[in-house]
């Protein structure tokens, strides 16, 4: 008979403090702003799951994505979820790694991003455009908005998706790895977020692995300038006001 396994004895002892064994693989939780921080950060993944549905968008990002690990080399530990990571790629190389993509891969991404890509040039994935940004029409400032403020209760579905898509970068690039014990570990079953409780476990995980991740110094973490750039702006296009996370 095997002996049994003492409560909390997966938890790990430091100092005068036990650590959960999910607080022991990512380090301390971060006290990151969804809203200030990672609804900008995010939202170009966003505007693909809005325009093209959950499945299609992670197809994209994954091709994308891999797209630029293939092709920079210099940023082998970057995990390309956050938009101002890419602001750090040199002149040029963005558009040339979207132009040797699959085609219409390539022209999903560019149609997903168009609102935000004319409404907003300093945005750091806007190289995929080249000298061709797109021009701003009247009903784009109106789609953008809606896609925002969707993103607000992080708790919802769509949200949810989103998320989920960025932590799906972070597993592909294999910067992410958990135990086989960890709800994280059956990452697939988001998909039947909010209705089942392994789901809803999951969905706890991303949110606590996404305000990891975003930590200074942490594999999402950019500089913090474009979402400073960006609800700056946003407030030049639109006044209005924002509520608190």
């Known amino acids: ?10 938890h790990k002892r430091v100092k005068s403090k036990l650590i959960t064994p999910f607080n022991d693989l990512l380090g301390p939780m971060r006290d990151v702003s969804w809203i200030n921080t990672m609804i900008p950060e995010l939202l ?8 093209h549905g959950d499945r299609r968008a992670v197809e994209i990002v994954t091709a994308f994505t891999r797209a630029v ?5 210099d940023f082998s530990g970057t995990v390309w979820a ?3 990571k890419f602001a750090d790629m040199p002149d040029g190389m963005l558009q040339r790694i979207v132009t040797g993509m699959d085609a219409k891969c390539a022209d999903a991404l560019r149609t997903a991003l168009t609102p935000l890509a004319a409404l907003y040039p300093t945005h750091p994935v806007n190289a995929i455009y080249g000298d061709a940004i797109p ?3 009247p009903d784009m400032l109106d789609h953008l908005r809606h896609v925002v403020v969707g993103l607000y209760d992080r708790s919802a579905r769509d949200t ?11 597993f592909d690039s294999g910067r992410l790895k958990v135990a086989s014990d960890l709800a994280l570990a059956s990452f697939p079953r988001i998909e039947d977020y909010p209705t089942t409780e392994l789901s809803q476990r999951i969905g706890a995980s991303i949110r606590a692995s996404l305000n990891q991740m975003f930590g200074d110094g942490q594999m999402m973490a950019s500089d913090g300038r474009w979402p400073i750039d960006f609800w700056n702006h946003g407030l030049q296009l639109q006044p209005c006001e924002f509520g608190d996370d």
């Open 44 to 51: 170009w993944i966003a505007l693909l799951h809005k325009a």
């Open 1 to 10: 008979m095997s002996a049994r396994t003492p409560v909390l004895g997966d």
């Open 69 to 73: 690990r293939t092709n920079s080399p």
């Open 82 to 84: 956050a938009a101002g």
């Open 135 to 137: 021009i701003a029409e």
């Open 160 to 170: 949810m998706m989103v998320q989920a898509t960025a932590i799906w970068v972070a």
